[in-house]
């Protein structure tokens, strides 16, 4: 089957063909550096499937567009889907399948390597010593042994970053609507409500997806309910946290250090190279700016490991729609329950 391959890499040229290459290569993989947005949906002109990332625009206008030209299938080659407006594909007739699960150690390991990373300055420690600056001035970090790290969503991925904060010698705080008996099974670690988490901890990592109940989660509000000086992470989703409530968290010494690999707003920003280019995101900018702040551009997921199952996972689901199959990573309009009367 014929499929168009939207904001593509040479990673992901050369993991789809290997995954592709292994299944027997049944597909004809055609890859487009483009984002996949209404005025590009027209490159899928022929295309049975087409396969798209994270910050493609599988909004109503690209999924009418996309079925003119004769798409039956969208392959999400990522985990989460609410760039897709699922009741209009529903209304189309076209099917939606993702990635359920890929290394869930990724993003765990990402999101440790952060906190490494802003609690020991070791970004500016490898500037200094480049620069042949040995001062210790400015790069005081603390043990995190004995601290308290509040776990928000444990899943997969959160349950695993809670290991690791274990072998570390931290209590564990866990918020999440649907408890993990592997969470609970761990020593020191107990689930608590939301404001509990948010006073009680020195280090709040977000590990929970993106739904319209959750959309900043992170706010003026729960920012003031955090400890002084707290350390936030965020390897999930980006519109998770307000953006400007954590500037001004961070202006007031609330959030005493800020680590994220997501971004509200970084469709426009992220995959692709700006250096030449004067980035017009003030916010962004303004972020940047902060010495407690360290970005990291949507890498969490970016191992071997990662990938090999996100290709494995998309090539097989392309092929099991081909064929008529059961498409067991599908993306189903939720059901609305009617309300009595």
């Keep these: 089957m014929k499929v168009a391959v939207f904001s593509t890499e040479p990673y992901d040229r050369k993991f789809l063909d290997a995954a592709n290459a292994a299944a027997g290569s049944p597909h004809e993989l055609v890859y487009f550096d483009v984002r996949l947005e209404p005025k590009t949906a027209l490159l ?165 997806p993106l739904t319209p109940e959750n959309h900043h989660l992170i706010n003026a509000t729960t920012i003031a309910q955090m400890k002084d000086g707290v350390m936030l992470i965020n390897t999930s989703r980006g519109k998770l946290i307000d953006t400007k409530a954590a500037i001004a968290g961070i202006k007031s010494g609330k959030i005493g250090y800020l680590g994220i690999d997501v971004y509200e707003e970084e469709e426009e920003l992220f995959f692709r190279d700006l250096s030449d280019t004067v980035i017009q995101d003030d916010t962004f900018q303004l972020l940047q700016s902060f010495p407690n702040v360290v970005v990291t551009a949507h890498q969490a997921f970016f191992t071997r490991e990662a990938l090999n199952d996100i290709t494995t996972t998309t090539i097989t689901s392309i092929s099991d729609f081909e064929q008529g199959n059961p498409l067991k990573d599908e993306v189903k309009l939720p059901q609305k329950v009617a309300t009595p009367t």
Excluded: W
């Excluded at 969208?74 to 699960?101: F, P, Q, S």
């Excluded at 290394?103 to 480049?130: C, D, F, T």
């Excluded at 918020?175 to 969470?183: A, W």
């Design 44 to 208: 899928a002109a022929g295309f049975p499937a087409v396969c798209v990332f994270v910050n493609d625009d599988v909004s109503a206008d690209t999924l009418r567009a996309l079925a003119n030209g004769g798409t039956r299938l969208v392959a999400l080659r990522c985990t989460g889907y609410n760039n897709v407006d699922l009741e209009v594909a529903a209304e189309l007739d076209m099917k939606v399948v993702r990635v359920v699960a890929y290394s869930p150690y990724s993003v765990a390991e990402h999101a440790a390597g952060l906190i490494q990373m802003l609690n020991r300055k070791l970004y500016r420690a490898y500037s200094r010593v480049r620069d042949d600056n040995f001062s210790l001035n400015g790069l005081l970090g603390f043990d995190l042994h004995g601290k308290t790290v509040g776990v928000v969503g444990t899943g997969k991925i959160g349950v695993i970053f809670a290991q690791i904060m274990h072998g570390f010698g931290c209590h564990l705080l866990g918020y999440d609507p649907y408890p993990s008996p592997k969470f609970e099974a761990l020593e020191d670690a107990r689930y608590v409500d939301l404001p509990h988490l948010l006073a009680q901890s020195d280090i709040i990592s977000l590990h929970c």
